[in-house]
């Protein structure tokens, strides 16, 4: 990791130091030491000519499930990671609802270690709130934090109980943990399996109304204001938890929320519309055609912090149920960038330094990790994006062992163009 | 017999079907209805024909319905009832589907428990599929035979006034006799009470009342649904007593009715809760004509779907 890399004459995007121009970037012992224009580098630096390209600081999807240990059959942290890396991602933060749970140190550190064996992106392990995800106690922050956890969280499923959610919020105060919560009353999605409204309607399908989400969100601010816990919403679905949100952050507490490309782009009658293809179904459901426009206004206004992948592997067989079946989740480290890229910088929607701090500055803030910078100190981490390169989204090209995504075919416009971590230009097999 | 030519594989919801399709299988079904009264009641239709009945939900009335069918039409058929099994859990449809391939069946006759499974089955095999049911999705042979009875009765559907009453969200029948009716031209209200609608129920396509008296106000044709006594345990309705006092159909309140007012329902009955025992039993009644209408209904659906599948085209 010694060596100098000078990456030369691409357009670097860093909305942290409000920088968007050709610059070069010079790191060496693995962080920047400099970015500007026509930078000396050191005469053994390893010079790449990355003109035509956009430079931007290292891409951190804070949302993925990389399912080891325990279910490697639909990934691991090695493809995870490959595909993390093949999607312009430099790291990840990764859900504690494996088997056995991350709720101990000791899964914390194998995480760690199978990621530094890999070696293609960084990992950052999410703590459970509560053992087993049993909601029940409360898991060793102070000893998940020491060995690398970033958060906690029972992603997956919700922290139901009121008084338990209370208690995680103002424990987690001591180690600056962000509480990242899956918001669900589960009462009220009952066995619904896609949003409740007029497609759900005319299917016959079970729905699952929008206050289910909305409930538990207005409640968890609540116990936000009330212990001045970190809050921090986990794939927002609905216009009303985002205005709920966005009251909250007017208020002045600590919330912040994410929200998936695929809650940004599709709706409940593309569910409909793919006949009950299972790669359509995941939690929380795609809303309303009203709710997926509201959560694209509010990545351009701010009231939304992050876009996250929310990436949910699934082996093809157990996407092979019918719809309501199926399992949960879809993949996303490999297309949400090109998805970003084209239907949100793209379209207008977005100018491309806001897309850099929504995947990057701001999942850093929030996670309280270094990068999503490139001013001289940061960590070498670097995506590379060639923003005139068109891609098809082919999931049989997938790192990921698993295919379940509803972008199959879509055709987009920008793309990643490789990935460099401490230094290291990552190189797939 | 109309002009139409029938060219459907897969009877799959009534939402795929034309008005022409429709009027087609009800026609056709017209030709059927006296094979029940022959003394040996068979026709050699469908000699040498395999239908597989897959029932991966509990199903006794439409099951033998489609049995009688099949059976005085002349094919062989065989049933698998499959409810609760591990068939039903966590097979995958392409598993099921590989099975059936295996045993080269003309026609498979599908219920399942959840919206859109036969779809995803006719896409994957060569036999012809006919949906008996998926979730609350579609019944469309049932909003079939619903047809035929109306048309039976009335002379035409075009123009009647229809209301539908009683647990509309978990309804697969509503589903489907709103999107028949409506093909066909009539005026379809839908009611039940607001715990047992669903969320966007104009999305259905129908007129929504809020009550049974505005629902069936002027009605030429009045159908109650079934109550699932199980939705009591999940807060649908207080109590079976309350429901019949305020959506259960009487005699008092069918006056409210047209004078010629037919009263129908897809059964099981559940007698003093959505219908009054004075109703069900009544001159208005169609009930049991329904249940006779759905062999002849049924044969012809296999009939045409049958003829598509070999190739032969069809009447």
């Known amino acids: ?4 890399l000078v990456l030369r004459g691409g357009r670097v995007v860093d909305p942290s130091q409000g920088l968007d121009g050709t610059a070069d970037v010079l790191i060496e012992d693995g962080a920047v030491t400099a970015c500007g224009a026509g930078l000396e580098a050191p005469e053994e630096a390893r010079r790449m000519d990355v003109s035509g390209l956009v430079v931007t600081p290292g891409l951190i999807d804070m949302h993925v499930h990389l399912r080891e240990p325990g279910q490697e059959y639909k ?29 101990d140190p000791s899964i914390t550190e194998f995480i760690l270690a199978r990621a530094a064996r890999a070696g293609r992106a960084r990992v950052y392990p999410i703590s ?9 106690e409360l898991a060793e922050f102070g000893a998940q934090r020491r060995a690398g956890a970033v958060a906690v969280s029972d992603d997956g499923r919700p922290v139901w109980n009121a008084a338990l959610m209370r208690q995680a919020l103002r424990y987690a105060r001591h180690f600056d943990l962000p509480v990242i919560q899956h918001a669900e009353e589960l009462e009220l999605s009952g066995d619904g399996v896609m949003h409740e409204g007029a497609f759900s309607t005319r299917l016959g399908v079970e729905g699952i109304p929008g206050a289910a989400d909305d409930a538990m969100v207005a409640r968890d601010l609540i116990l936000t204001a009330d212990t001045g816990g970190r809050y921090h919403l986990a794939h927002m679905s609905t216009a009303r938890s985002l205005e709920l949100v966005r009251g909250a952050k007017e208020g002045g507490h600590r919330v912040t929320s994410e929200v998936s490309a695929h809650h940004l782009l599709l709706c409940d009658g593309d569910v409909f519309d793919s006949g ?25 206004d701010g009231a939304i912090d992050a876009i996250a992948s929310d990436h949910a592997p699934h082996h093809p067989d157990e996407k092979e149920l019918d719809f309501v079946a199926a399992p949960n989740g879809v993949v996303g480290l490999e297309t949400t960038l090109s ?30 990790v270094p990068g999503g910078s490139l001013v001289p100190g940061s960590p070498g981490d670097v995506t590379l994006i060639d923003l005139d390169r068109e891609v098809e989204v082919d999931p049989a090209a997938f790192r990921s062992r698993s295919r379940n995504t509803p972008f199959a075919g879509w055709t987009l416009r920008g793309a990643p163009a490789g990935t460099i971590v401490g230094g290291r230009v990552i190189e797939l097999p | 017999m109309s002009e139409h030519k029938w060219q459907r594989g897969d009877l799959l919801g009534v939402a795929e079907l034309s008005t ?3 009027v087609h299988v009800l026609d056709t079904a017209e030709s059927f209805v006296e094979v029940a009264a022959r003394p040996i009641k068979k026709v050699p239709t469908l000699r040498g024909k395999t239908v597989i009945n897959l029932f991966f939900e509990a199903s006794t009335r439409t099951r033998s319905s489609f049995e009688i069918a099949e059976k005085r039409l002349s094919a062989d058929n065989v049933n698998f009832s499959t409810s609760g099994s591990s068939l039903s859990k966590g097979e995958t449809l392409l598993d099921t589907t590989r099975n059936l391939e295996a045993m080269a069946p003309d026609l498979v006759v599908i219920r399942h428990a959840h919206p859109r499974v036969p779809h995803g089955l006719a896409e994957r095999v060569g036999a012809g599929v006919v949906n008996a049911g998926d979730g609350a999705h579609e019944h469309p042979t049932q909003a079939l035979l619903d047809a035929f009875t109306i048309r039976r009765h009335k002379g035409r559907v075009e123009g009647l006034r229809v209301a539908i009453v009683g647990d509309v969200a978990h309804s697969r029948v509503v589903r489907s006799n709103v999107l028949c009716l409506r093909k066909l031209g009539a005026e379809v209200t839908i009611a039940g009470p607001r715990t047992m609608m669903p969320e966007q129920p104009e999305a259905l396509g129908a007129r929504v009342a809020w009550s049974l008296e505005e ?8 159908m109650m649904l079934r109550v699932q006594l199980e939705r009591q345990a999940r807060a649908s309705f207080p109590s079976e007593r309350e429901y019949f006092e305020f959506f259960g159909l009487t005699a008092g309140r069918l006056q409210a009715a047209a004078d010629d007012a037919i009263i129908m329902h897809p059964g099981p009955m559940n007698r003093g809760i959505e219908i009054a025992s004075e109703v069900a039993d009544g001159p208005w009644s169609v009930i049991l004509e329904q249940v006779a209408n759905g062999v ?6 296999l009939y045409l779907l049958a003829g598509v599948k070999s190739g032969e085209g069809s009447a």
């Open chain 2, 296 to 301: 002849a209904v049924r044969m012809a659906v």
């Open chain 1, 276 to 300: 009950l293809d299972p790669d359509f179904r995941m939690h929380p459901p795609l809303r309303s055609a009203d709710d997926r426009d509201a959560l694209v206004a509010g990545i351009a």
């Open chain 1, 128 to 136: 459970a709130v509560t053992r087993g995800l049993e909601g029940r």
């Open chain 1, 75 to 103: 990934e691991t942290i090695e493809s995870g990671t490959c595909a993390a890396a093949a999607g312009g991602f430099t790291a990840v933060a990764c859900m504690p609802n494996t088997e056995p749970v991350n709720d």
């Open chain 1, 1 to 4: 990791m010694s060596a100098a």
């Open chain 2, 20 to 22: 022409e399709e429709i």
């Open chain 1, 339 to 368: 998805l970003c890229l084209d239907r949100l910088v793209g379209k207008g929607v977005i100018d491309l330094p806001r897309l850099v701090e929504l995947l990057s500055a701001a999942p850093a803030r929030i996670l309280g």
């Open chain 2, 215 to 222: 629902a069936i106000a002027g009605a030429d044709v009045i």
